[in-house]
């Protein structure tokens, strides 16, 4: 591995793995908030639970797209 793209890659990686570990966080907490939001509907828990899977969502796009980047940077490489 060239030491230059190194830092890029180990980047890319930890990128994806807290973008992952953010996404399954945020999708489990809007799932239960979500439950608990149809029991109160007065409350605006609904659209927190809401805001939660968009950004659990997302963060899980980031993640697939760092591991895309990741994957061409690997493959792009020069063999020595």
Known sequence: ???????????WR????IARFVGIV??????VIGIYGLEDIEAR???TALG?????ML??????????KRRQ???DQPKS
Do not use: D, R
């Open 73 to 75: 940077e690997l493959k």
């Open 1 to 11: 591995m060239a030491m230059h793209n190194e830092p890029a890659l180990i980047k």
């Open 14 to 17: 930890t990128n994806g793995m």
């Open 45 to 47: 828990w609904l659209q």
């Open 26 to 31: 945020a999708i489990a907490l809007g799932f």
């Open 52 to 56: 939660l899977l968009a950004t659990g």
């Open 59 to 68: 963060a899980q796009g980031y993640a697939l797209y760092c591991s895309v």
